[in-house]
């Protein structure tokens, strides 16, 4: 019964995340959303997702009280809590970093690197619930290393130079940052299904993670918005010639471009900002700079919670539907230890490169080679299971 579990789980997830994948990239991509500039930061897209979470978990959670279910069991208590706090605070840092990627790059080119987490997931398991470690788990991760290594080998050998498909060093940050994220989401997860006082479900602790997920969102649109006013980071008194060029001009209309054209002027290989500006010139630059995103880390939280284009926000809530239910079915399968089944649920990756072709991106045959490889490894993983039992683990708070 474990295993029919199991399967039936992992199938609904692999079918929510890769849905997830595509919903936030085709929110990212002006084609999608009226053929406009986005206009919507990750930061405002998160917001909304949460938002969506949490009202198809407060649903859930309804219909399950009309069902009978006793209102005690949505405390989860404040061991369980405390877990599943900070498993929102990483997961608000993991969501901003999944709206950003897409926005700049195709998700066959950066969904593979985000799950590097899973070569260590057993080892976790080990030291946080005694799970043992089996030898397919170390034939399985070698291959998912080298199924993450394959798309690279033209490059490796300079055979391949279209830069489109190269991650730039900010794409690699956001993939370490989300890898540690996802770690700590899938230990966090364990931690909190085990720690959680009897009968809580699933339910219970999705509306209780999107609650704290929103709190940390909503202080964070507020606080950096400010916070980067104050620093003046979107009024540069100067900026590098190749990224006002290449990075500031091109997100800009005519009107924008005349505006920065007026109140900067070319010196050498910089762009300086005219001394004697109006304090209404410095707030047009300051608009035309957040247009362009000029700074990435403060640009994740810029604008209004209601967007003038509401076309991404559409995505997002459907996003939203399909994370609601695969953080349901994490916490479902969360009494397992993580590596017994969290690889399984990234399956989709395989799928991945073939639906961006549907979408017309090209997609090199060593992507494709990589992403079965990576999924060859995890279900190597798990070729054993007619000689071993799946284990609930220990719970704590029962």
Partial sequence: MEWVILISWLSIINGALGGQYILNWMGNQPKFVGDKQVGVSPGIMTFWRE??????????VFIELVRGKQWKYLWPGMLSLTTLIICAFTGVIENIGFFYLPRYYSPHLYAPYVNIYLAFLPF???????????????AGISLVVLGLAFPHVPRIFGIQADPSTRLDFTAILWIVIINIC???????????VQTALPNVGANALVVWREIWKLIFIVSAVIIFPIFGSMLKINMPEKVEAKIYETQVLVKLDSAQKQIL???????????????????????AVETCFKTAEYHRFFSLFDGSILPKNWWPILFVVLAGLTGY??????????????????PYTNVYLALLPFIMMLFGKDVTPFQIGGAIIVTAGLMVGVSDYSRNKVEEIEKKHA
């Fill in 51 to 60: 938002v969506s979470k949490l009202l198809w978990a407060v649903i859930a």
């Fill in 124 to 138: 976790w398991g080990k030291l946080l619930f005694n799970a043992p470690i089996r030898k397919e788990h170390y």
């Fill in 182 to 192: 996802l770690m700590s989401q899938q230990v966090l997860n364990n931690k909190t």
């Fill in 261 to 283: 054209a007026l109140n900067y002027s070319k010196v050498g290989q910089e762009y300086k900002l005219r001394q004697n500006a109006t304090p209404e010139d410095l707030k």
């Fill in 325 to 342: 239910i695969y953080s349901f079915g994490f916490f479902k399968l969360s009494r397992f230890a993580a590596h017994f089944w969290v």
